[in-house]
């Protein structure tokens, strides 16, 4: 890619024109790095690094740049100096195929870039699950979440615009988290195939939860404050699935 185009790659429009997306820091490159062992297609990314970074042992192409011209590639105000330019997956594509006794986390329109990332390494984390992102959620290549993903990324099997209607024909059963429902402690909780998450303000409309016969169920609270964040409540619920 041209340097100029690289430096469009912080817009969502750019990195769906051009295919690829950014991975900034130590952590992340090395994360990306050891995600080329399972996911071949990666090995196709460049790193960019300032000469503190030009002796890092990569499998990628690798071109040395100025720290002015990082500047302009870097997404945080102190960049590191080392920055990659990944491919993406296809539109539409998962990272990885489905596999047996594998769970569905599906998130309803969610926006915070933070909360995403967090789900993706929780998810990462404990194993066996896939996101399903629905239309009009956050950009998951956006660089807020990839930095705050800790390279979970790479390692959480994960779908675009997968739409609400499709569910009912991909999943037999579907459970959701409402503030009345069983408890996620009950045994039920884990007889699922896809767990439904909705929007961090909104959540998920009443008729499209009952077009889907979605089970609710509950994290059970002292009640002194309205709800949980969104990241918290998956993380809970990915726990209690995974013990």
């Known amino acids: 890619m041209k340097f100029d185009d690289i430096k469009k790659l912080h817009q969502k429009k750019y990195r769906a024109e051009f295919g690829h997306f950014l991975v900034e820091g130590e952590h992340l490159a090395l994360e990306l790095q050891k995600a080329t062992l399972h996911n071949p297609q990666l090995a196709r990314s460049e790193l960019y690094v300032t000469n503190a970074y030009e002796h890092w042992q990569s499998p990628f192409k690798t071109h040395v740049i100025s720290d002015r011209q990082m500047a302009q590639i870097a997404d945080t105000k102190t960049p590191q100096g080392i920055v990659a330019v990944v491919p993406m997956p296809a539109t539409g594509a998962s990272i990885a195929a489905p596999v047996a006794g594998e769970r569905a986390i599906y998130l309803h329109e969610i926006q915070d870039p933070g909360n995403l990332g967090t789900i993706l390494r929780t998810l990462a984390w404990f194993g066996n699950f896939r996101c399903l992102l629905s239309p009009g959620s956050v950009d998951p290549y956006n660089p807020k979440v990839v930095r705050s993903s800790m390279g979970a990324i790479f390692h959480a099997p994960m779908e675009l615009d997968v739409t609400l209607d499709s569910l009912r024909t991909r999943f037999a059963r579907i459970a959701c988290l409402d503030m009345q429902g069983e408890p996620v402690q009950s045994t039920a909780f884990t007889t699922f195939e896809c767990y439904l998450f909705g929007n961090e303000a909104r959540g998920v409309p009443r008729d499209q939860l009952n077009a889907l016969d979605a089970r609710p169920f509950t994290i059970p609270g002292c009640g002194a ?12 619920c990915a726990y209690e699935l995974s013990r």
């Open 225 to 236: 404050i309205e709800s949980l964040n969104l990241a918290a409540t998956v993380n809970m």
